[in-house]
């Protein structure tokens, strides 16, 4: 594996999220000094076998910034039609001179039938694995909020296909977050145990309310959305339960009316969209780690 790949959040230490972290911060300050140093002929691919909207189009807008040179790979006009196999697909974008590859799929761990390909490989998310961007951004948005992450963090609804849940995890608890999960029984998760989701309302710094994954057949036929909302998702009686200082995060996309009353989607506390414009920054400072860029160093934000 390339070291500037990003797989899963189990590739970078402590020092990497942080200097990743710093390197996104740099990039929201607008000073031509943090202006990405790249040459003209440096070349990208986004490969996504599954939709986005919000990674697919925050690289995009990351390697437009970054002055690189991007294309879109589409599926349903290539060769995967004639029967050409992931590894093929990937390793002619290398052979062609592609310099990072950032791909989603919809297999968890894809990326271990790709252990051959030399260029970095960036991870916008794998089945139920990992998403290690949207964990980025997520730890850039608590960060920006409270200064540390060593703050309580519930983790609600679908953790049972949900791979911002699992990465999320992993990188909160090696800085000493207290990570909660809560929601339906039916999607409770080995190695993610549900606490009481009303109790934990009050007692989290941070919420992040997950979306029903309908396509990867998530289904609770016994309730209605509007039921669901009442049992397990941020309803206007829960938010006035949240503490004064506490935010609402979604990864998105959010199903308005199911996970959160429509209204919080935009309220005070709501970090949905901050969270989209954190999601450009960290891209930012994964491709250039990609490219094999040393980090910023400290910078005084
Ligand atoms: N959060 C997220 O991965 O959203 P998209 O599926 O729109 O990229």
Redesign the pocket.
């Known amino acids: 594996m390339n070291p500037g790949s990003l797989l899963t959040m189990k590739d970078l230490s402590k020092e990497d999220i942080l200097n990743l972290l710093n390197d996104a911060k740099a990039f929201s300050i607008s000073h031509s000094d943090w202006r990405f140093p790249v040459s003209s002929q440096e070349m990208t691919a986004n490969l996504f076998f599954e939709?986005?909207?919000?990674?697919?189009y925050s690289f995009l807008s990351a390697e437009n910034q970054l002055g690189l040179k991007t294309v879109d790979f589409n599926p349903e006009s290539s060769s995967l039609t004639k029967g050409e196999s992931l590894y093929d697909t990937v390793k002619t974008f290398e052979a062609i001179g592609y310099k990072v590859l950032v791909i989603r799929h919809p297999e968890d761990e894809y990326f271990k039938e790709l252990e051959n390909i030399q260029v970095p490989i960036i991870n916008a998310?794998d089945g139920k694995g990992n998403?290690p961007t949207?964990c980025l951004l997520d730890l850039l948005t608590i960060y920006d909020e409270f200064g540390r992450l060593d703050v309580n963090v519930l983790i609600c609804g679908d953790v049972a296909h949900s791979r911002?849940a699992a990465s999320d995890k992993e990188a909160l608890e090696k800085f000493g977050a207290h990570v909660r999960f809560a929601g339906p029984k039916e999607w409770e998760r080995e190695g993610f145990p549900f606490s009481d989701f009303d109790e934990s309302v009050e007692w989290a710094d941070a919420i992040i309310m997950l979306r029903i994954q309908r396509e990867r057949g998530a289904v609770l036929e016994s309730l209605s959305d509007e039921q669901y909302l009442e049992k397990y998702g941020m309803n206007k009686e829960r938010y006035a339960r949240m503490k004064p200082t506490a935010i609402l995060m979604h990864?998105?996309?959010v199903n308005r009316g199911v996970e959160m009353d429509t209204d919080l989607v935009e309220s005070e506390k709501s970090r949905y969209f901050k969270q989209m414009s954190n999601g450009v920054l960290v891209r930012k400072a994964v491709l250039r780690r990609a490219l094999g860029f040393k980090p910023f160093g400290r910078v005084d934000v």
């Open positions: 939709p986005s909207t919000r990674t697919h998310g998403h949207q911002v990864p998105g996309p």
